[in-house]
């Protein structure tokens, strides 16, 4: 029986040498427009494929392979005589590969300033029809969309390996779904669809999960912000785990707040230390300060380059990993030395990667919601209290109310002057959360005069008594309490500032 295979590929990468593959395998090579071109400037013999349909191509191309002599020769199934005695009346030659891949829409829509019309021109059509067609008859057909499994194609045509063709043939639908998806997301961006597909593709296979027992997977999203780990560079070091990177992702959305110079330091998704200066070098003193036993084997980001002094003091440290926009080169150097340190590059965030929709998986299902991308300022703040806080607590106050919203609820931050200095996370009741956050902060030598930010309302004045008992001079809150002038005449009674916001910060 004479072997037919089509090729119709925007990606040309290895295409002649597959296209010289199957030839040789005695495969007569049917094309396209401009793979067409290429394969013949390669010498190849190769058939038009207005030659076998009869029909030219049309509508600038939007019609090329849609027609029953293509169809038909990739569906017919081969052990079913009513089905090759169909392809002998019409003339029609059986087609035993197909390889196609997709129209580069996400790359498309991806550019700046792409128009609608240009992104609707990179719809495949064509494409993704053969490829279903081929996929589905996978029993005789080589369904390829990857330029990278072509060695392997050809290797399993002489084996005649089934069942590399059904792994090819999942990864045929897997692929068209993602592209769908995509479209559909493009077409209609409304964040909560009523039919919601995400399509994410595998980055890295992972050691384990949280525990040796469990297994894992990184996937990265195809419009992953640029300042994401999905984009992030490793320059050094081991291979990431699981732990490590959802710790990575909590210290990047984190030093993605701030604008100023800043260090973050995290331990277990919750920051152990951040520091805000006018140098990164005096914002790392300020994180390390903060709290210099938990960020032992910590996680941290810095919104600035890496510069040698900075380098210097991490590398007295022991640390999981480093995150930076650039390491300096003798920065680099140093941090080096350490084999199992990583080192990762990351952007800084773009002003416009903001807000994005956050997604949380449950069993059986899928929350999702708008990031908490709000961001109080001094107009923003309702004093509620006699004390007025002064120019310096309000600048403390912002930067505690910065922190807090990434610590797990109940969360309490201690800062002064750019620095915590005391976090209380993820209690079952406030006051806990308040009473480990002055512990830890009344350790501090820099405590005096410092603010206490608060994620959600105080239900009781209990914590506010408490603050003021312990040094606290200035309270933020979001207010909304019914009791909040049980709170407001506590803090009264102490002689000490409180201000609301009217914005509730929970992380669950």
Not at 441 to 452: I, K, L, R, T
Request: charged share 20%; proline share 5%; with cysteine.
């Amino acid at each position: 029986m004479k072997k037919r295979a089509l090729l119709s590929v925007s990606d040309k990468t290895g295409l002649v040498d597959f296209a010289k593959g199957l030839s040789a395998r005695g495969f007569e090579l049917v094309s396209t427009g401009g793979t067409h071109r290429v394969l013949a400037d390669a010498g190849l013999a190769v058939t038009a494929v207005e030659a076998v349909t009869g029909f030219p191509e049309m509508l600038d191309g939007r019609v090329k392979t849609l027609h029953p002599k293509i169809h038909a020769g990739i569906l017919a199934k081969r052990d079913v005589p009513a089905h090759m005695d169909a392809l002998a009346e019409h003339e029609i030659t059986p087609i035993s590969v197909v390889c196609v891949n997709l129209y580069p829409f996400a790359e498309t829509i991806q550019k700046p300033n792409v128009t609608r019309a240009e992104a609707i021109e990179q719809i495949d059509i064509g494409g993704p029809s053969a490829l279903r067609a081929a996929a589905k008859n996978s029993d005789s057909v080589w369904a390829v969309v990857d330029p990278a499994d072509y060695a392997a194609v050809l290797a399993g045509i002489d084996a005649d390996d089934a069942a590399l063709r059904q792994t090819l043939a999942a990864k045929i639908f897997a692929t068209t779904a993602a592209y769908d998806a995509q479209i559909a997301a493009y077409l209609d961006p409304e964040p909560f669809p009523d039919q919601f597909t995400p399509t994410y593709t595998k980055k890295q296979a992972l050691r384990y999960g949280e525990n040796s027992h469990q297994q894992a997977a990184f996937y990265a999203a195809p419009d992953a912000p640029e300042s994401s780990l999905a984009n992030a560079k490793q320059l050094h070091g081991k291979e990431l785990s699981y732990n490590n990177l959802k710790d990575a992702d909590a210290a990047l959305t984190m030093v993605n707040e701030f604008t100023q110079p800043t260090v973050v330091a995290v331990k277990h998704m919750n920051p152990c230390g951040i520091g805000s200066a006018d140098t990164i070098e005096a914002a790392w003193d300020k994180a390390y300060a903060a709290d210099s036993t938990s960020i032992f084997g910590g996680i941290i980001a810095l919104n600035r380059p890496v510069d040698l002094a900075t380098a210097t003091k991490m590398h007295a440290l022991f640390l999981e990993i480093v995150m930076a926009p650039s390491f300096d080169d003798d920065a680099y150097a140093i941090l080096a030395k350490k084999k199992n340190l990583r080192l990762l590059t990351v952007p800084l965030a773009a002003a416009t990667e903001v807000p994005h929709v956050e997604s949380v998986s449950l069993v059986g299902g899928l929350l999702r919601q708008t990031s908490d991308d709000a961001v109080e300022t001094a107009a923003d703040l309702t004093v509620v209290t006699k004390v007025q806080p002064t120019a310096e607590q309000i600048a403390s106050l912002l930067f505690a109310q910065q922190v807090v919203k990434h610590v797990k609820s109940n969360a309490i931050v201690i800062a002064k002057n750019g620095q915590t200095l005391g976090i209380g996370a993820g209690q079952m009741n406030r006051i806990g959360s308040v009473e480990i956050a002055l512990t830890q902060a009344q350790q501090n030598s820099e405590f005096a005069g410092a603010v206490m930010a608060s994620d959600a309302f105080f239900p009781m004045d209990d914590c506010v008594e408490y603050a003021a008992q312990h040094g606290i001079r200035a309270i933020i809150q979001p207010g909304g309490s019914i009791r909040d002038q049980d709170s407001i005449a506590m803090a009264d009674k102490y002689g000490i500032a409180m201000v609301t916001t009217g914005v509730r910060h929970f992380r669950h």
